[in-house]
């Protein structure tokens, strides 16, 4: 097994161990923080900066690590951003940094459809909370609006996107900064981001600091909770 790069919360012992800081275990994480639990966060991956994405078709082979059990195989750095893994049958393909799959995927953000809540493999009492728990991860993850100015605003309206159009009433919402000018001043300490330009590298890390991945909010505010637990931060910071 390898070793972890972020353990974070300084305690003796813990109450939690979370493992892999994507969507998961970064709201596991905080929400567990919140509570008062002592938690251990394990992640095999780096903390990606905005500057070190790859931009390029050479950069992003430079960050690919490929394993295959069927040929014995395996190439790429063990830390690299993209993963994949075959075995068997299977094919999974990961991110792996703080933030997982967060730091490389689109960012798109749709309601629950309403036919998945309705099965009844969900417990019931989840319903009361659905709306409520769908709007704290909209506002923690602030999701935003593609503006029109934006070329892809125009094609994302053109393209058939099933069940998605009768889910959304608006247009579909990212998780990326729009915000034109300083936006410092709106953001909390922990959220210091930039704004998207458009240049379609979502897929592959922003590096334009845009993206608002795990890191830069669940993560970040469980990391805060751990800190004042531990009298590092002061209430007011």
């Given amino acids: 097994m390898e070793k972890p790069d972020m353990v974070f919360n300084g305690h003796d012992g813990y109450d939690a161990v979370v493992v892999g800081s994507g969507y998961g275990g970064s709201v596991a994480a905080c929400r567990l923080s919140m509570a008062g639990v002592k938690v251990c966060l394990v992640e095999k991956g780096q903390k990606w900066e905005a500057k070190d994405f790859p931009t390029n078709s050479f950069n992003i082979i ?30 999974a393909a990961m991110a792996c940094g703080v933030g997982g799959g967060s730091l490389v995927n689109a960012g798109v953000m749709v309601p629950t459809p309403v036919r998945t809540r309705r099965s009844s493999k969900w417990p019931k009492e989840w319903e009361t909370d659905w709306d409520s728990c769908e709007a704290s991860a909209a506002t923690m993850m602030r999701i935003q609006s593609v503006p029109l100015q934006f070329p892809i605003a125009k094609i994302m309206k053109q393209i058939d996107v099933g069940e998605v159009e009768h889910m959304v009433q608006d247009s579909i919402k990212l998780s990326m900064n729009f915000d034109i000018g300083d936006t410092s001043s709106r953001l909390p300490k922990h959220q210091n981001m930039d704004t998207c330009i458009g240049c379609g590298n979502c897929l592959a890390g922003c590096p334009y600091n845009a993206k608002n991945s795990t890191d830069k909010n669940y993560l970040a505010s469980a990391i805060q909770v751990c800190a004042l637990q531990l009298g590092i931060l002061e209430e007011s910071d």
Avoid at 62 to 89: C, H, T, W
Wanted: glycine content about 6%.
């Fill in 62 to 91: 430079s960050a690919l690590r490929m394993e295959s059990q069927i040929l014995g195989v395996s190439f790429g750095p063990k830390d690299a951003l993209f993963q994949v893994y075959e075995q068997n049958d299977s094919l």
